[in-house]
């Protein structure tokens, strides 16, 4: 029987870790202790977990949504302090994104890496 979430004193990212309780990669089952917040802005909550059996990393955001929580997450091969690292980062800007296009579209990846 699901639990409103407004009962619970847990943090509402830790109740997504019941769903998120295996690794992608290896099934092996996840340790709540190799979880942790990476980020968390307004209802949403940024996770990064680590799985102990294959060394593999995963990534959710978990949001509430009204009453209840909702995520979405991938395997990923940052670990939590490149996470943290990105989230220091400025955001990317359209006129980067722009730019980055017609680097792409002209062939001149090189030139915007470099
Ligand atoms: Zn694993």
């Known amino acids: 029987m699901p639990t409103p979430?407004?009962?619970?004193?847990?943090?509402?990212?830790?109740?997504?870790?019941?769903?998120?309780?295996?690794?992608?990669?290896?099934?092996?089952?996840?340790?709540?202790?190799?979880?942790q917040l990476s980020g968390k802005k307004d209802h949403a909550n940024l996770?990064?977990?680590?799985?102990?059996?294959?060394?593999?990393?995963?990534?959710a955001m978990v949001m509430e949504v009204g009453?209840?929580?909702?995520?979405?997450g991938t395997v990923t091969?940052?670990?939590?302090?490149?996470?943290?690292r990105i989230?220091?980062?400025p955001e990317v800007t359209l006129?980067?994104?722009?730019?980055a296009h017609e680097f792409i579209k002209n062939g001149d990846i090189d030139k915007f890496i470099n």
């Open 5 to 35: 979430l407004n009962s619970q004193p847990q943090e509402t990212w830790r109740l997504a870790l019941k769903f998120i309780s295996q690794c992608p990669v290896c099934n092996a089952k996840y340790e709540e202790s190799q979880a």
């Open 47 to 59: 996770v990064h977990i680590a799985c102990v059996k294959c060394g593999s990393y995963f990534v």
């Open 67 to 72: 009453s209840g929580i909702s995520s979405v």
């Open 77 to 84: 091969d940052l670990n939590s302090d490149d996470i943290k």
């Open 87 to 89: 989230m220091d980062l």
């Open 95 to 99: 006129d980067e994104v722009l730019d």
